[in-house]
């Protein structure tokens, strides 16, 4: 799927004069690689002149920002032959270049010539500073061309050889509002314009902005000022967005139920559901293929929950062109405090088991932090549990009622 939005003529904006960097051309950035990264001697921003050649089988290119940075979005380019190929590619992060992070998976995806890749988080990566890109596959080669860290496709300038975009004012891809007639569009910095409309060149719009009245598929052809890839090209035609009317976590009996509902799917290869439980690690649960139908409602139930007091959500949606975004994240509360706690918590010799009148505890069942059981424990008339024989360290004490669960306590001994 991919989207444009018109922007209202009501909001006025100033084009944005900065041009979009290349994190290969930033001060203090370096890159080291596997294969050839080749800066070409005549390499200009902007002309996708630059690029690492990966080779053949499990090429990788790391950069060095130079400095820790909150990492909120990653934009790069391809090039590779054969062209279409299915290839391997892990996108991570990392603080010190040792450890390291996963945020993009693109295994056994086709991959091809000019193809973007562009990835949101809705959490950013705090403090890193090290990038690494993975590759495997049967390609004979295949390279990244440029890449940009944070920055959106400053309507100033656009990669040479790229297709071009059309932009909102603060230069991101926007989405179609009908409701608001007359807009403006814009497209990303070359040397002429063309606009279309459905297809057909619309007479004397060869501007780099375009006012919109009625509602329509708005493409923009141009030609760069200069050549390294040497294509003279046109953006993609522009079809109503996918539009996620809602996305809700519910928590029933034992499981959450995923709900989320759709329209104007277009171009659309699938849903994950990614699960964390610190709103910073997220790992997928279920994949669900997209209908791509006018209106679509979908279902997940997670069954298999953590222990842990809250978990969060999120739906990343899959474009068929590999393209990804991110819904907003939804907090679920498994547990609720006031139905039982621990005290002291840190304890040494026994530990107490506050609960609420409502929720009255019978027993607990603990295990240690490699899930390795303690033993079940029934309370005595002081609602303590003896623990001076446990060895320092920390240990989940599940509450009950019972069969009723109630919920889960994490104890720290020392």
């Not at 006025?12 to 690689?33: D, E, M, Y």
């Not at 200009?44 to 089988?57: E, I, P, Q, V």
């Not at 945020?103 to 890749?117: A, I, P, R």
């Not at 890109?133 to 295949?142: H, K, V």
Request: hydrophobic fraction near 35%; proline fraction near 5%; charge should be negative.
């Amino acid at each position: 799927m991919r989207k444009f939005t018109l922007i209202a003529a009501a909001l006025t904006a100033t084009l944005i004069s900065n041009a979009q960097t290349p994190v290969s051309h930033l001060p203090g950035v370096t890159v080291t690689a596997s294969g050839n990264y080749a800066p070409a001697s005549n390499a200009k921003d902007f002309s996708l002149c630059n690029f690492w050649n990966a080779g053949t089988y499990n090429g990788w290119l790391i950069i060095n920002l130079g400095a820790p940075t909150d990492i909120n979005e990653i934009t790069w380019w391809n090039q590779m032959n054969p062209n279409g190929s299915v290839t391997t590619e892990l996108v991570q992060v990392s603080q010190d270049g040792v450890s390291w992070t996963t945020v993009m998976n693109n295994s056994g995806l086709y991959h091809f010539n000019g193809q973007e890749w562009h990835i949101e988080f809705p959490v950013p990566y705090e403090d890193m500073q090290y990038i690494r890109i993975t590759r495997s596959g049967s390609p004979s080669w295949f390279a990244i061309r440029e890449f940009v860290v944070n920055d959106p496709y400053y309507l100033s300038n656009m990669y040479v050889g790229m297709k071009p975009k059309v932009l909102n004012a603060a230069g991101r891809p926007a989405e179609i509002d009908t409701t608001s007639l007359p807009q403006t569009i814009y497209c990303s910095k070359a040397s002429t314009y063309q606009w279309k409309k459905d297809g057909v060149n619309i007479a004397g719009a060869t501007n780099q902005s375009l006012e919109v009245t009625e509602p329509g598929a708005y493409t923009c052809a141009v030609t760069y000022p200069f050549t390294c890839a040497g294509v003279v090209t046109e953006s993609d035609a522009a079809p109503l967005p996918l539009t996620l009317l809602r996305f809700d976590a519910v928590l029933g009996k034992g499981a959450v139920s995923l709900v989320w509902e759709t329209a104007d799917e277009v171009n659309l290869s699938h849903f994950e559901i990614e699960r964390s439980e610190d709103v910073r690690h997220f790992s997928t649960i279920a994949t669900v293929a997209a209908t791509n139908a006018q209106h679509a409602n979908y279902n997940v139930v997670d069954k298999y929950l953590p222990d842990a007091h809250n978990v969060y959500y999120r739906l990343k949606q899959v474009n068929a062109d590999g393209t990804i975004t991110y819904s907003t994240v939804k907090k679920v509360k498994l547990y609720q405090e006031q139905k039982g706690y621990l005290y002291p918590n840190p304890a040494q010799d026994k530990v107490t088991v506050k609960y609420d009148k409502e929720f009255p505890v019978t027993h607990t069942d603990v295990s240690d932090v490699t899930g390795r059981s303690m033993g079940i424990f029934t309370l005595s008339k002081d609602n303590t549990i003896d623990i001076s024989t446990w060895s320092p360290g920390i240990y989940y004490v599940r509450l009950y009622n019972g069969s009723q669960f109630i919920s889960v306590q994490k104890l720290v001994v020392r």
